[in-house]
């Protein structure tokens, strides 16, 4: 052999030696006859296999079955490579001391001159730890779904049975203060009076956490959406209060979208009423409804010359029964704005402002376009 040749063969295999010893440092190497029975296997299989090399030669892979795959994924994956296509997948396989590990597999069948498969090589990662990390989640929002659920049904049916007692409340709460009103005296009337407006204001709450529970419990699917009808549709709705204010609005051309037609305009309709509720007083309320795209994200904004507030009580608005403003200064129950939440979320966006305290604030939601 030439000098050349010779130092081209060397180099050759010098280069194959050292992808082997990368390979077997890094992966689990095994490689298996024509039937599936096993004539090579590498350090890193004994290792996490916990059999002996003289253990492995000579069986079928069957010895690492954890039993954990039907039959039916191991007669695909040999119907595949014994076609002489390559397969690759995750296995969950069992050590020889009963523990389990996950690999990730790839399996190269190697073909003889008819075309036939007579040597599979097999290149494996381990991936237990990443598997476990999928489970635990898995598990999680399994009970963060179920955990919602009984939130849910506890706050529809918490509701629902506090409906009948409230109204009777109110009921011979009004008949009191109609027919006995000059017997009760100046004092009882203010009693009545108070009751009345706490009831009212419990009848607010109850149907406010109707809604906020409805989100979920009553969803609808993801249709496509004219989001300039259904603000269209709101604005008819407070029509009394917009002209009651003599607000300004201002509504740039919206994008149609996938979404939850009721739920878009529950938003709307929270975000626009909180737009003229805080608004400074003796000032004309003027409010800005524009969006914009990018990609597959439509992003809405909603601006008023309003009160404000100050940012680091951004996180709080978004919060079930918070508020930012005593009952006497505004009415509301502070659930408003974690229903916008609740929506905006459920159609896989999110809701966020920006504002300052005396000059306004801007409410930004932000959602896909188009659903998966």
Known sequence: ??????????????????????????????????????????????????????????????????GYHPKEFFADLWKTISSGKIWEGEIKNKAKDGTYYWVYTTIVP??????????????????????????????????????????QDFASVAAHDLQEPLRKIQAYAD?????YKEAVGEEGRDFLDRMLKSASRMQRLIDDLLTYSRVTSKAQPFLP??????????????????EKTKAKINIEELPDVDADSPQMRQLFQNLLANALKFHKEGDTPVVTVKASTRGNLATIEISDNGIGFDEKYLD????????LHGRNEY????????????????????????????????FIVTIPIRQR
């Open 225 to 242: 959406t004219n989001l300039n009808e259904v603000i269209k549709d709101v604005l008819a709705d407070l029509e009394v209060r917009i």
């Open 110 to 151: 190697f073909l003889d001159d008819q075309g036939k498969p007579f040597e599979y090589v097999s290149i494996r990662y381990e991936i237990t730890q990443r598997k476990e990390g999928e489970e635990q989640l898995k598990s999680y929002a399994q009970k963060l779904e179920v955990s919602n659920r009984e939130l």
């Open 316 to 323: 709080r608005i978004f919060t079930i029964f918070q508020r």
């Open 331 to 362: 009415e509301g129950t502070g659930v408003g704005l974690s229903v916008c939440r609740k929506i905006a979320e459920r159609h896989g966006g999110q809701i966020t402002a920006r504002s300052k305290v005396g000059h306004g604030a801007t």
């Open 175 to 179: 008949r009191l203060s109609v027919k």
């Open 1 to 66: 052999m030439a000098p050349d040749g010779r130092a081209q063969l060397e180099k050759t295999t010098r280069d194959l030696k050292n992808i082997r010893y990368a390979l077997d440092r890094s992966a689990i190497v095994a490689i298996a006859d024509r039937v599936g029975n096993i004539t090579h296997a590498n350090d890193k299989f004994c290792e996490i296999s916990k059999y002996s090399r003289e253990e492995l030669i000579g069986k079928n892979h069957r010895i690492i079955n954890s």
